[in-house]
């Protein structure tokens, strides 16, 4: 069973950056396209980046394309975001998961980490 664990979240200016990092435990990470996600109070969990397991595949959804880059490496069983360019829009909960557009069922969720972004 995979556990994950966020760090990295905080308060940030606008047009500041933010690295996060998702430790997972358990022997068969490194077999699984992982995602990071984001919930903002009052709205939806939306899956802003996705990498899969070798690295080579990489989605980003379009409100962050170009200011964020996910990366991951397996040896340390960790999944990164680094996001740059910030904007107050970007404030909310970041949680790793696995990647819901090729896994039906997600992983146990982790506690998350706060983004959050001044103007």
């Known amino acids: 069973q995979v556990q994950l664990v966020e760090s990295g979240g905080g308060l940030v200016q606008a047009g500041g950056s933010l690295r996060l990092s998702c430790a997972a435990s358990?022997?068969?990470?490194?077999?699984?396209?992982m995602g990071w996600f984001r919930q903002a109070p009052g709205k939806e969990r939306e899956l802003v980046a996705a990498?899969?397991?070798?690295?080579?595949?990489?989605y980003y959804a379009d409100s962050v394309k170009g200011r964020f880059t996910i990366s991951r490496d397996n040896a340390k069983n960790t999944v990164y975001l680094q996001m740059n360019s910030l904007k107050p829009e970007d404030t909310a909960v970041y949680y790793c998961?696995?990647?819901?557009?090729?896994?039906?069922?997600?992983?146990?969720w982790g506690q998350g980490t706060q983004v959050t972004v001044s103007s």
């Open positions: 998961n696995a990647d819901p557009r090729v896994y039906r069922n997600y992983l146990a």
């Open positions: 990498i899969s397991w070798s690295g080579d595949n990489i």
């Open positions: 358990g022997r068969t990470f490194n077999r699984y396209a």
